[in-house]
T-cell receptor, first 110, second 116 residues
């Protein structure tokens, strides 16, 4: 399968914590990426998980469970500049083809 | 280190015309991928090139083609343009996994194509 599912939109308040979920199906696993894309800009790399567990990087953390085909991106101490789309992505076929979910648009309100 | 460079940034074409987009990857990156991004469909994989060879192709009609040169620069071409081809076309380069890369994609700013 090629499905990657993530919520379409989320809204959160400045200073709060938000969790963006991603479920995927794959016949072979080469890791999972999260990218951030601000409106009108190119996607930029946020995190990469290849082993189960939590990877923390500043205000952003990403979790992976390979057995469940599940990942989440955790954003802490939300700032207005975090308003963006967050894309879950999975490399396929030996890593030569990265497939993206439709993205989750996060709105951070004051 | 210069990033991924795409040209042109914006272009307007009419139905039936053809268009060529160019991408220069980050120096040392030999893998180049192309994506189409539209508001309704998100990022759709077009194709990936490595050492002048297309290793993978997405589910797009034959009007969409590409190539890669010996210096890793890549071009994609869309012939017989249709209104639905209006989109942002993104190029991304990555360092190969056998060179220690994870497959992380570095994107260019994109070429925004409008078909009238």
């Amino acid at each position: 399968g090629q499905n990657i599912d993530q919520p379409t939109e989320m809204t959160a308040t400045e200073g709060a914590i938000v969790q963006i979920n991603c479920t995927y199906q794959t016949s072979g696993f080469n890791g999972l990426f999260w990218y951030q894309q601000h409106a009108g800009e190119a996607p930029t790399f946020l995190s990469y998980n290849v082993l189960d567990g939590l990877e923390e990087k500043g205000r952003f953390s990403s979790f992976l469970s390979r057995s469940k085909g599940y990942s989440y991106l955790l954003l802490k101490e939300l700032q207005m500049k975090d308003s963006a789309s967050y894309l879950c992505a999975v490399p396929r076929t030996g890593g030569f083809k990265t497939i993206f979910g439709a993205g989750t648009r996060l709105f951070v309100k004051a | 280190k210069a990033g991924v460079t795409q040209t042109p940034r914006y272009l307007i074409k009419t139905r039936g015309q053809q268009v060529t987009l160019s991408c220069s990857p980050i120096s040392g990156h030999r893998s180049v991928s192309w994506y189409q991004q539209t508001p309704g469909q998100g990022l759709q994989f077009l194709f990936e090139y490595f050492s002048e060879t297309q290793r993978n192709k997405g589910n797009f009609p034959g009007r969409f083609s590409g190539r890669q040169f010996s210096n890793s620069r890549s071009e994609m071409n869309v012939s017989t343009l249709e209104l639905g081809d209006s989109a942002l076309y993104l190029c991304a380069s990555s360092r190969n996994r056998d060179r220690g890369g994870t497959g992380e994609l570095f994107f260019g700013e994109g070429s925004r194509l409008t078909v009238l």
